[in-house]
């Protein structure tokens, strides 16, 4: 578990670092839709850009301004500072238009402070829907992505190593339906906080060994670990979050966080790639058929009936709706979702928060102390 919880705290952490001394390129990435498979079917680590540990603003207010969401600021915030230097590229997705935005700041920014730019630069385009016609145009984009690739590191993507990667991440994503499994059981094995940090570091480590580490953790798991007992079930929903100390707040001693959506967990864990047949197609459709996002338009209640059974499946007591201060596509949907939930049934709480080392955390604690009064009034034991 150490091992894990290293690679989700440090951004240049150890294994990125072995990787480069070899050789070989790392390129970074803003959202869960672009394809893993793709870089590391060209001999590239992939690698999920994060804003955590960025404890100053100024960068990130200078490009974006005041009224925005504070994830992408702390990326731009770590790019200025020279700490994602390790790069050897990164690719930018429009998940939001916050997100989006991380495109031309970052290449202002790098013009004005004559670095901290990678030598690959992409943006790639992700539809906001899901139909044949989108899937064919996403196709497309891929096959955009695949030559840049090749074009500037030289690297060879055909059909047969995307099959071989498909299948290896297909692996780790059924290693981590099992930890799920183990999360959300009647008698829990592993706390939310843990499992966050066992999927984060699946995002900075060369996949191959991380499969590896992961399967022999599940046997460590299923043979050694304790049962957790004696706590409220929570589900967690809404803005990316890739804080472990965030889920250890929200945790405590009371607590357990037994299920989420967030695309730093399950989210992005969930479903696999069609092995048989045409690579990028299975891609095209695997990618963007996850709706679980509020980007992906005309899906709010398929959303909202996959939290209502994801909910009941875990057995939660209750489910925490959380999203990043100006985060309007979260913001706006966990309103909706709180009315309906609730009217199922399940009890919500709305919490509205900074990113990273920027949440106030004992206003955090004491919101959510008060929704385990409440459960524990509604909801006896």
Known sequence: MNVFR????????????EWK?????????????????????????????????????????????????????????????????????????????????????????????KAHMPPFFFH???????????????KQEILRLIRAIEGHFASRIDDDRLKESIRLYNRTRSLMSRLEGYRSADEPRITGADTLAVALASTAMQREKYADMLEQFLARLERD????????????????????ELMRLIEGERALVVADTICFGSRAQANLVEEAGDPIEALSRRYLSLFDCPRMYGRYEQRLESIAARAEQAKVDGVILQNIRFCDLHGAENGLLERDLE???????????????????????????????????????
Not at 74 to 87: E, I, R
Not at 95 to 101: E, P, T
Not at 124 to 137: L, N, S
């Open 6 to 17: 290293e690679a989700a705290r440090v951004l240049n952490n150890a294994f990125v670092k």
């Open 21 to 113: 001394a070899s050789g070989k390129k790392v390129v970074g990435y803003t959202c869960s839709y672009v394809p893993d498979e793709v870089l590391h079917a060209g001999g590239i680590l992939p690698y999920r850009l994060r804003g955590f540990g960025a404890e100053g603003m100024t960068i990130g207010d200078t490009y974006f301004g005041p009224f925005i969401c504070s994830l992408p600021k702390c990326m731009l915030q770590l790019a200025g500072q020279g700490d994602f230097d390790f790069l050897d590229g990164a690719i930018i997705t429009p998940g939001c238009d916050s997100m989006r935005r991380i495109d031309e700041c970052w290449r202002t920014m790098a013009a004005d402070a």
């Open 124 to 138: 790639f385009g992700v539809p906001h829907k899901y139909a044949d016609f989108t899937v064919a145009w996403f």
């Open 225 to 244: 670990a304790p049962a957790i007992r004696g706590r409220r079930r929570l589900m967690l929903v809404g803005s990316a979050s890739d804080d472990v």
């Open 343 to 381: 009217a199922k049934g399940i009890p919500c709480l709305r919490l509205e928060r900074e990113y990273g080392q920027l949440v106030e955390s004992g206003r955090m604690k004491m919101r959510i102390d008060a929704f385990l009064e409440r459960l524990a009034q509604e909801r006896p034991q």
